[in-house]
């Protein structure tokens, strides 16, 4: 099984953008160019969060619960 480490390393003192090393200045970016790009990527809803699969979980263990006859 393969594990992505992208998360832990965005956190980290790299570019979530384009990998570079993070200015202070312009954090969690590289520069004022990377952090306007990922901005727009937001607002245009092109960002996937991983979150949602753990909702989906959820949602499948409550339909159970609510069928089984009690
Ligand atoms: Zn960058």
Known sequence: MKIHHLQTVAKGRQCPNCGGPVVAQFRPFC???CAT???HRWL???YRIPAVEDEEI???DFEQEDTAEI
Do not use: A, H, T
Request: without cysteine.
């Open 31 to 33: 520069s004022k160019r």
């Open 44 to 46: 245009n809803e092109d």
């Open 37 to 39: 790009l990922d901005l």
């Open 58 to 60: 959820d949602d499948d």
